[in-house]
């Protein structure tokens, strides 16, 4: 069964460092998002991408947070100059807006120390 | 604002034991109601996708029903490797807005 791949599945950074979140959506999907979810709390929408740009953000994607299709597989998530309240599982996740729903990946943890 | 509230935070039950899983929500026009599964340290499965009310789905021993203001899911004789953290999502009409809105789940653990 078609997958989200995600990597890595862990990773710890320093306050105030850039860090890069990797996905490799279903091949024959075209709507791409970023989720995530602070330990204990409601998964949360942070944005949807297609056709190589942005189609909706949340209020947490501010400037610290972009986007990318660098390539025709990988989508990645980058967050700049992190802080501790950026601690979270990230989930990325597509579509096809079919009746398939959307498909996640399993996450990458990100801890901020 | 959209809103989904789901009830009860936790849920214990024998093995065989069936029960039901509720999800509250407020949105302006539903466009889907989605039920997910999630495991420990995993991302959100995909289970059903509803769309108007009275509409029922099924899947193994699960069961998704939805009405106007709440969905129900539906567990029929479970066991333990049913066991998981369920959350439901809407996806508002308005706008073409694509985004889930998760509730913050039903933890489930089925006992043997």
């Known amino acids: 069964e078609p997958e989200v791949t995600q990597t890595p599945s862990h990773q710890v950074t320093q306050m105030g460092q850039e860090v890069i979140l990797r996905c490799v959506p279903i091949?024959?999907?075209?709507?791409f998002y970023w989720y995530r979810q602070i330990l204990g709390q409601k998964v949360e929408f942070l944005v949807s991408?297609?056709?190589?740009?942005?189609?909706?953000k949340s209020e947490i994607f501010d400037d610290q947070f972009s986007v990318e299709r660098p390539d025709g597989s990988n989508f990645t998530l980058k967050i700049r100059s992190t802080k501790l309240e950026d601690s979270a599982m990230y989930f990325c996740?597509?579509?096809?807006?079919?009746?398939?729903?959307?498909?996640f990946g399993s996450g990458t943890r990100l801890t901020v120390v | 604002e959209d809103q989904v509230t789901q009830s009860p935070e936790a849920l214990r039950l024998q093995e065989g034991e069936s029960s039901s899983l509720n999800c509250s929500y407020t949105?302006?026009?539903?466009?889907?109601l989605f039920w997910y599964r999630q495991d420990p340290g995993k991302g959100p499965e995909f289970l059903f996708t509803?769309?108007?009310a009275g509409e029922e789905k099924e899947k193994e021993r699960l069961k998704a029903t939805l009405t106007k203001k709440e969905s129900f899911l539906h567990i029929t004789a479970p066991k333990p490797e049913d066991s998981a953290t369920y959350l439901c999502?809407?996806?508002?009409?308005?706008?073409?807005?694509?985004?889930?809105?998760f509730g913050k789940g039903t933890k489930l653990t089925v006992n043997p």
């Open positions: 991408f297609y056709n190589n740009e942005i189609s909706e």
């Open positions: 949105v302006s026009g539903l466009r889907g």
């Open positions: 091949s024959n999907h075209l709507y």
């Open positions: 999502a809407v996806q508002a009409l308005q706008g073409g807005s694509e985004k889930l809105v």
């Open positions: 509803l769309y108007s």
């Open positions: 996740a597509s579509s096809d807006l079919g009746e398939g729903g959307y498909t």
